[in-house]
């Protein structure tokens, strides 16, 4: 299939150039996030029935992880109001045209952080204490201010928006998991950069900043680090910047050969099988070792938990490919195969949301009209009961999630063996067993 | 052998494997009691497994707060106060593996609160796995051998 230029449409093309529609949207996004953070810091410390726990948790990483990222990349990213107060304090504006004037410290990120290492930690440290932080309202206010300060503070002193591209845990895997989104912004001819003069996507110009996530858009070819917040198409003199629809996971055709993105694609893997055993599963010594943060239980956990993303889950991946003749050197063998694991890890999050937001989903209307849990009943729906919803397809639904997971990663780890000039089949069936272990855990 | 023809034999394949019916082993059906404990966050026994058309009882004692037990698909629930016992019996009459849950909210885990009740021989589970394994055929028979 050919890839469909959206920005064809003078509509959609209007529609992202201008900063307006854009604003709207961050301005409704930031309102949200600031009330879940006063929600989770004032509201009841009863997680099911709190805005913050509920929209955050379940809500919003309902729409993410099932629409947003499969379907849009980093559409997310495009509208996330997290690094919005650090931006317009580093550019001392909101909308006007940038002055030539750095804001602040304007320093650039030192390279050894130029990677997505961070991204993994902050996203472990996260997971290690999820038990916690989803279902404690306080805890997901502290941890969404955290991050809105973070961004702040790393916007004073670096440029462009360092949170997003190096310490985000929400961003790293949306980069990911983007690879495998049916959308993408590239540019339209080569050569028209070649030749363009100051670079403006980049550096910016009068009609708009240079790229904030740091990217030249002239050399894009992947989704991982496009932030999609369309600057480049308001800079570019040329109107050589296209929103193309293309075919799914158009960008793991070119594997990466980075090790920070190969252990991310096991760190998501594993965090996904093991939330679905803890979270999900009937084993009450599991859930109370990860809710009790800081007793030995817990300290067995964190080591478990580290042991299967670092140890197990790798270490039988590189077992599988250590024997296979090859030309390519095993480190770069491991990280462009490793790519077989994105569209797996991607449906193994799938199956497990759709377990987890079916089940709590009804608390939505509950809190939808008690946010703060304090005995409102805005729009009447405050005392819905608990319910689950659509439990007779669920477990059809995982098993097409990941069957269809398993059959996008086999395709996936052909296309990269065939890279390196390898076998596909201990990749194939490292994805099989991996699949088996989680519909065991699912269903 | 015409690609369009092995992706329709794998297809039908892929419906037998998910929706071929299964002998039923024949075993009566007899009455079931569970004594179970609840506390937070768990189910004590947790993970239960019956024959088809049992009669199920499941006595509740809650240990700590107020704690319920919801079954999906079968939609039957019953809730126990602190120290005491609630009984809740169905019949056990849709074969496969459904979750339990608490419905009471009960702290800050609740949401995950969760057991396990198996009818009969987790078939859907089994029928995955055969599913996973012939889709993983279908794609090692779709390999193009390198030139």
Known sequence: ?443 | MNPRLSLLLFVMAGLVVAFAPLPDPAIAPQARTFRMDARQFAYSPSDLQVNLGDTVTIQLLSTDVVHGLYVDDYDVSVEADPGQTATLTFTADKPGSFRFHCNVTCGAMHPFMIGKITVGTNNWLFRSIGLAALAIAGVMVSIKPKA
């Open chain 1, 1 to 443: 299939m050919a890839k469909i230029e959206l920005t064809r449409s003078p509509f959609i093309k209007n529609t992202l150039k201008s900063r307006y529609p854009q604003l709207a949207v961050f301005i409704v996004m930031l309102v949200g996030y600031i009330f879940a953070i006063l929600a989770g810091l004032i509201g009841t410390p009863v997680g099911s029935h709190n805005f913050s726990i509920v929209f955050v948790w379940i809500a919003w990483w309902a729409i993410l992880i099932l629409v947003v990222v499969p379907f849009f990349g980093r559409g997310w990213c495009a509208m996330c109001p997290i690094p919005l107060p650090g931006e317009w304090l580093q550019r001392g504006a909101v909308l006007a045209p940038p002055d030539k004037k750095p804001k602040w410290l304007n320093l650039r990120v030192p390279k050894m952080f130029r990677n997505i290492w961070l991204q993994n930690i902050s996203f472990l440290l996260l997971a290690l204490f999820s038990s916690v932080l989803l279902t404690t309202p306080s805890i997901t206010g502290i941890v969404l201010a955290a991050m809105l300060f973070a961004a702040i503070g790393l916007s004073m002193i670096f440029e462009r928006r360092a949170f997003c591209r190096y310490l985000c845990p929400v961003g790293g895997f949306i980069g990911l998991y983007s690879q495998a989104a049916p959308i993408e912004l590239r540019i339209k001819d080569k050569q028209v950069c070649v030749t363009c003069e100051g670079k403006p996507c980049y550096n910016g110009s009068s009609a708009g900043y240079g790229c904030p996530w740091d990217v030249f858009p002239g050399g894009l070819t992947k989704n991982t680090y496009c932030g999609l917040c369309m600057e480049c198409i308001r800079t570019c003199p040329h109107d050589n910047i296209a929103v193309n629809l293309r075919l799914f996971s158009a960008d793991l055709a070119k594997p990466s050969t980075r090790m920070d993105e190969a252990f991310k694609a096991f760190i998501m893997l594993g965090s996904a099988m093991i939330y679905a055993g803890v979270l999900l599963g009937p084993w009450g010594m599991l859930k109370d070792a990860a809710y009790n943060v800081g007793s030995n239980a817990w300290f067995v956990y964190v080591f478990i938990f580290l042991a299967i993303i670092f140890g197990i889950l790798p270490g039988i991946f590189t077992l599988g490919i250590v024997g296979i003749k090859s030309s390519t050197p095993l480190k770069h063998r491991f990280a462009s195969l490793s790519s077989a694991l994105i569209p797996l890890g991607l449906m193994f999050w799938v199956a497990f949301s759709l377990s987890f937001v079916l089940t709590n989903a009804s608390y939505i209307l509950a809190a939808l009209s008690d946010p703060l849990g304090l005995g409102w009943n805005l729009f009447g729906t405050a005392n819905t009961t608990w319910q689950p919803m659509l439990t007779p397809i669920l477990a059809p639904a995982q098993t097409l999630a990941l069957v269809g997971g398993l059959i996008w990663s086999a395709r996936t780890a052909q296309k990269a063996a065939n890279e390196v000039k390898v076998s596909s089949i201990p990749m194939v069936v490292y994805c099989f067993v991996l699949t088996s272990v989680m519909l065991w855990l699912l269903l």
